[in-house]
């Protein structure tokens, strides 16, 4: 079983910076794959940014391309979300999952339990 454990949420304002951390442990080989989630008040989960923790290949949402960024140290088994020019609607609790297959909005195989995330205007 993989345990996958969030840090770094807060509060900040419009505009400012924030980083999360995600740390995956429990297994010998951690799963390759790793990305963020989230879910603001009455929405639906959705899909922030993966990373392939191999290669470093990343994708992203288009609400959070140019800027967020998401980078990894596989040494520490953990990767990060760098996210600058926050906007009240980056609001949100952000998960974050590791899956063995899969890159992209369809990963879930080992979930967090969330971050909190809000962004005052």
């Known amino acids: 079983q993989v345990q996958v454990v969030e840090s770094g949420g807060g509060l900040v304002q419009a505009g400012g910076s924030l980083r999360l951390s995600c740390a995956a442990s429990?297994?010998?080989?951690?799963?390759?794959?790793m990305g963020w989630f989230r879910q603001a008040p009455g929405k639906g989960r959705e899909f922030v940014a993966a990373?392939?923790?191999?290669?470093?290949?990343?994708i992203y949402a288009d609400s959070v391309k140019g800027r967020f960024t998401m980078s990894r140290d596989n040494a520490k088994n953990t990767v990060y979300l760098q996210m600058n020019s926050l906007k009240p609607e980056d609001t949100a609790v952000y998960y974050c999952?590791?899956?063995?297959?899969?890159?992209?909005?369809?990963?879930?195989?080992?979930w967090g339990q969330g971050t909190q995330v809000t962004v005052s205007s």
């Open positions: 999952v590791a899956d063995e297959r899969r890159l992209g909005a369809t990963m879930s195989d080992y």
């Open positions: 429990g297994r010998t080989f951690s799963p390759y794959f």
């Open positions: 990373i392939n923790r191999s290669t470093g290949y990343t």
